[in-house]
Nanobody, 124 residues
């Protein structure tokens, strides 16, 4: 089965850093576009970042310059390094996968397979 498992969330103070991991099983990550999406209860989901099978990356304006997406194909894992965290980054973060060739979906949200999510809380 195609599975995605997020980890690395937790509580961090403003200005701190976290690295989220998205481990894939049941498929080879290299063939897929992987996105990170976050959601706050009562709010619309936001596409945070995306990395395509060809290595193209996209970032939401709200995280550009602070977050970095990367891939380790040997570990079948995608990472999201989050620096300079702000309280407004607090959300459940999901990774998701789909076949998009060498590109990312324009809205960062249109994926067929999703992980269970990991909570990120930024607070002093």
């Amino acid at each position: 089965q195609l599975q995605l498992v997020e980890s690395g969330g937790g509580l961090v103070q403003p200005g701190g850093s976290l690295r989220l991991s998205c481990a894939a099983s049941g498929f080879t990550l290299d063939y897929y576009t992987i996105g990170w999406i976050r959601q706050v209860p009562g709010k619309e989901r936001e596409g945070v970042s995306c990395i395509s099978s060809g290595g193209r990356t996209n970032y939401a304006d709200s995280v550009k310059g602070r977050f970095t997406i990367s891939r380790d194909n040997a570990k079948n894992t995608v990472y999201l390094q989050m620096n300079s965290l702000k309280p407004e980054d607090t959300a459940v973060y999901y990774c998701a996968a789909d076949l998009y060739g060498s590109r990312c979906p324009p809205n960062g949200l249109d994926f067929g397979s999703w992980g269970q999510g990991t909570q990120v809380t930024v607070s002093s």
